[in-house]
């Protein structure tokens, strides 16, 4: 069984900065994605950035040149700097893996979301 469990998340007042932290365990052969996510109280979940296995990245434009993503292969952990926070930054996070498992199983699935609030 695979678990991806986040931390870090917290209060931080305008142009803050926070890091968060989401460790996969449990059976796992490699993976291949792992990402973060947001959803904001009344809107849709979005994607934040994801790595892949390589080492590319990808962001929305909205958090371009203030949040970097970067990966522990060694640790199976993901993390996400985020610099100069916004009011507008504030939701809930989720962490994102696509991987296989030790059976070769694909697996793809998510943490259980840790609360980011940017507020002064």
């Known amino acids: 069984q695979v678990q991806l469990v986040e931390s870090g998340g917290g209060l931080v007042q305008p142009g803050g900065s926070l890091r968060l932290s989401c460790a996969a365990s449990g059976s796992i052969f490699s993976i291949k994605v792992m990402g973060w996510y947001r959803q904001a109280p009344g809107k849709q979940r979005e994607l934040v950035a994801i790595?892949?296995?390589?080492?590319?990245?990808n962001y929305a434009d909205s958090v371009k040149g203030r949040f970097t993503i970067s990966r522990d292969n060694a640790k199976n952990t993901v993390y996400l700097q985020m610099n100069s926070l916004e009011p507008e930054d504030t939701a809930v996070y989720y962490c994102?893996?696509?991987?296989?498992?030790?059976?070769?199983?694909?697996?793809?699935?998510w943490g259980q979301g840790t609360q980011v609030t940017v507020s002064s």
């Open positions: 790595i892949i296995s390589g080492g590319g990245t």
């Open positions: 994102n893996a696509d991987l296989l498992t030790g059976t070769r199983s694909r697996y793809v699935g």
